[in-house]
């Protein structure tokens, strides 16, 4: 797999360039959010707000998976934050089962993070600025490290205990990090969910 291939193009028009590998603590990074597709209501721990990837609805899911096992997530699936997250994604409900996740936390048990064709896919990871911060202007929304692409994986590896692994940095490019160049790039339906959000939070 040809990794800055597939990724390079999608970076590029998201203002984002690579910045090499480093090495991080997972339970130490984000979740990437949005403000038009924000799940802080569903990411609170004992009472406080907490967006790290520890606390994901990725990251139930995945313990799930390996505690319980495939036909416990199948039967139980429309009760988990992951399902309520993706309803909240798509508007509407969600059926049928996790397949596409399950498959990925087993490949991670069984292949590792970076094992078999996927040797040099790696987790792709904001260190400089946060999205929602440079896209948005939310400068209070500033959690980094923000994980930007793999929260699947991230998820198995927290699951399983792994915590240190290598990500690929991404930064912002220059000239890129400011809400005004950004303004005409956000909808008018993303403005009203922006103003809305910063309103309740």
Not at 15 to 43: A, I, N, W
Not at 64 to 73: H, K
Not at 94 to 107: D, E, H, I, L, T
Request: glycine share 8%; net charge positive; aromatic share 14%.
């Amino acid at each position: 797999m040809n990794y800055k291939k597939k990724w390079g193009r999608l970076l590029s028009k998201q203002g984002l360039v690579f910045d090499g590998v480093v090495e991080v603590d997972l339970r130490e990074c984000y979740l990437f959010q949005t403000p038009d597709k924000s799940v802080d209501h569903l990411m609170f721990s004992r009472g406080n707000r907490d967006n790290k990837l520890t606390n994901s609805p990725h990251t139930e899911l995945a313990y799930c998976y390996f505690e319980y096992g495939r036909e416990w997530v199948v039967k139980y699936y429309q009760h988990t934050r992951y399902c309520y997250m993706r309803e909240h994604y798509l508007g509407k409900p969600v059926g049928g089962q996790p397949s596409g996740s399950m498959s990925c936390f087993q490949s991670i048990k069984d292949y590792g993070y970076l094992g078999s064709k996927y040797s040099d896919c790696y987790i792709l990871m904001i260190f400089d600025i946060s999205y929602c911060n440079s896209r948005y202007g939310m400068s209070e929304s500033n959690d980094l490290p923000q994980i930007f692409a793999g929260h699947h994986r991230a998820a198995a590896l927290i699951a399983l205990g792994q915590y240190i692994v290598q990500v690929m940095a991404i930064k912002n490019e220059k000239g890129m990090v400011n809400e005004k160049h950004y303004g005409s790039g956000v909808t008018p339906r993303e403005r009203e969910k922006l103003n809305f959000s910063r309103k309740h939070r």
